[in-house]
């Protein structure tokens, strides 16, 4: 699993990058890939509009709305094989008359 840094020293090495400070000594203050200081630079260019790709607000919403999607699928297979076992008793759905 990847090493978590906080926002403020995400922030912090990207101003120092910014002022010019090099990568490579960034990395070895920071004790952090070369790799992960190039990429929260190229982030950071998306997130102010200097280059394409997605924002960090966005990737955010797109997680959200895939955790999402996998628990309503999760609870509709669940709904699904609730009502395969009520019918294979021979127990109608509520409100149901045969």
């Known amino acids: 699993m990847p090493r978590q840094y906080s926002p403020e020293v995400r922030r912090q090495v990207i101003e120092l990058a910014r002022a010019g400070t090099k990568v490579k000594?960034?990395?070895v203050t920071f004790e952090m890939s070369e790799a992960t200081v190039y990429g929260w630079l190229k982030q950071e260019r998306i997130d102010r509009g200097e280059a394409e790709g997605?924002?960090?607000?966005q990737q955010l919403e797109l997680?959200?709305?895939r955790r999402r999607i996998r628990q309503l699928e999760t609870e509709l297979?669940?709904?699904r094989k609730v009502n395969?076992?009520?019918l294979s008793e021979g127990v109608a759905p509520k409100?149901?008359?045969r």
């Open 63 to 65: 997680a959200a709305a």
């Open 25 to 27: 000594q960034l990395a």
């Open 95 to 97: 409100g149901f008359t």
């Open 84 to 86: 395969e076992v009520f």
């Open 77 to 79: 297979a669940v709904a």
């Open 54 to 57: 997605a924002t960090t607000d």
